[in-house]
T-cell receptor, first 114, second 114 residues
Framework: DSGVTQTPKHLITATGQRVTLRCSPR?????VYWYQQSLDQGLQFLIQ???????AKGNILERFSAQQFPDLHSELNLSSLELGDSALYFC?????????????FGQGTRLTVV | AQKITQTQPGMFVQEKEAVTLDCTYD???????LFWYKQPSSGEMIFLIY??????QNATEGRYSLNFQKARKSANLVISASQLGDSAMYFC???????????FGIGTKLQVIP
């Protein structure tokens, strides 16, 4: 158990809908990272938050947004969902703002868009 | 631009033998970090080892070692004394301080044979 909790574990929704994925980082970790893993794109870095502020941005679509709350949990919002958004979404956390240390991954949320 | 290349889609290794998983990278940033993660069939991402671009010595973590050759821009993972539980996908990844993003390779599927 990495100490990073993601909910829900599985999510099935229809095209055009909006979903929210939740991540609770390990106790004491200030950074949260979101990743998308799909068969055709591989593992893609989406976005990083550090202590409530956006720190780095990767291949995140405009239809997607994220935030980190004062209690350090984070949410990834996916809207106007398309079939191609079906993927495994990982959250990871690390103590610091720069990823030169070990990042601990959650179990992932498997999103299926039908 | 940043790029991670893993050229071995699949590898087989006999139990108790050593195996090397290849990873080459490309970045113009002088400050970066290289990581290896393991993803078993259960789906979670497990951190294995980290190497910083300024680290003089190759990183080691138990049975895992990273063969870092900076001039060749390679960061191969060496697993010694393979075990059946090592069967998994292995991802090489890079964090770039300048680009402020994480890039993953497409992964190598390792199967350990009894």
């Amino acid at each position: 158990d990495s100490g990073v909790t993601q909910t829900p574990k599985h999510l099935i929704t229809a095209t055009g809908q909006r979903v929210t994925l939740r991540c609770s980082p390990r106790s004491g970790d200030l950074s949260v990272y979101w990743y998308q893993q799909s068969l055709d794109q591989g593992l893609q870095f989406l976005i990083q938050y550090y202590n409530g502020e956006e720190r780095a941005k990767g291949n995140i679509l405009e239809r997607f947004s994220a935030q980190q709350f004062p209690d350090l949990h984070s949410e990834l919002n996916l809207s106007s969902l398309e079939l191609g958004d079906s993927a495994l979404y990982f959250c990871a956390s690390s103590p610091e703002g720069t990823e030169n240390t070990e990042a601990f991954f959650g179990q992932g949320t498997r999103l299926t868009v039908v | 631009a940043q790029k991670i290349t893993q050229t071995q889609p699949g590898m087989f290794v006999q139990e108790k033998e050593a195996v090397t998983l290849d990873c080459t990278y490309d970045t113009s940033d002088p400050s970066y970090g290289l990581f290896w993660y393991k993803q078993p069939s259960s789906g979670e991402m497990i951190f294995l080892i980290y190497q910083g671009s300024y680290d003089q010595q190759n990183a080691t973590e138990g049975r895992y070692s990273l063969n870092f050759q900076k001039a060749r821009k390679s960061a191969n993972l060496v697993i010694s004394a393979s075990q059946l539980g090592d069967s998994a996908m292995y991802f090489c990844a890079m964090w770039s301080g300048g680009y402020q993003k994480v890039t993953f390779g497409i992964g190598t599927k390792l199967q350990v044979i009894p």
